[in-house]
């Protein structure tokens, strides 16, 4: 009876290694990619909140003047009536312009961010699958040196370029 999988000790260690490996690599790009990029995003989330903030304040100051001339348009003749009309009605395109102002800000800065996020992701995506095809090699050539002599070695690989050709990476 032949074995297709031959389990020995060393076999065993190898892969032993490689899942040490694979764990420390994840850890240290954890450390390298991942904390940074939080620390990022949490600067990036924390600057458009205090945009919105100020927003927020410059529609309270504007609803606040709004108050103001209220007030003064009930105590005042006509003529005065109307001049303070007008400058209500300034006041309230202002504050019209100031709100939309700040949400188009907001909305281009989260636009922005996405954008970035998108990029990141797209890029810290090729770049693991990068590293998953150096480690994939690695393990490949040293389980080919061990257990296959040169005239299969040769064959393994012409196989393996002929197979490659008609693989494309799913996105």
């Not at 458009?48 to 005042?76: F, H, P, R, W």
């Amino acid at each position: 009876m032949s074995k297709l999988i031959v389990i020995d000790i060393v076999l065993l260690q190898e892969i032993g290694v490689q899942l040490f490996n694979a764990l420390l690599l994840f850890f240290i790009l954890t450390k390298i990619l991942y904390n940074p990029v939080s620390k990022f995003m949490d600067k990036r989330k924390n600057s458009i909140d205090s945009q919105i903030n100020e927003a927020t304040k410059a529609k309270e100051e504007a609803l606040k003047i709004k108050e103001e001339y209220e007030e003064k348009l009930n105590g005042i003749k006509k003529e005065a009536d109307i001049i303070l009309s007008e400058a209500r009605t300034k006041a309230i395109e202002n504050e019209d312009v100031i709100i939309k102002k700040a949400k188009d800000e907001a909305q281009e800065i989260k636009k922005r961010l996405q954008t970035d996020m998108d990029m990141f992701v797209e890029q810290t995506k090729d770049d693991i699958k990068k590293e998953i095809v150096n480690v994939s090699t690695l393990m490949t050539k040293k389980i080919i040196n061990i257990s296959i002599d040169e005239d299969k070695h040769r064959q393994l690989i012409e196989e393996s370029i002929a197979e490659i050709g008609d693989v494309k990476w799913l996105a």
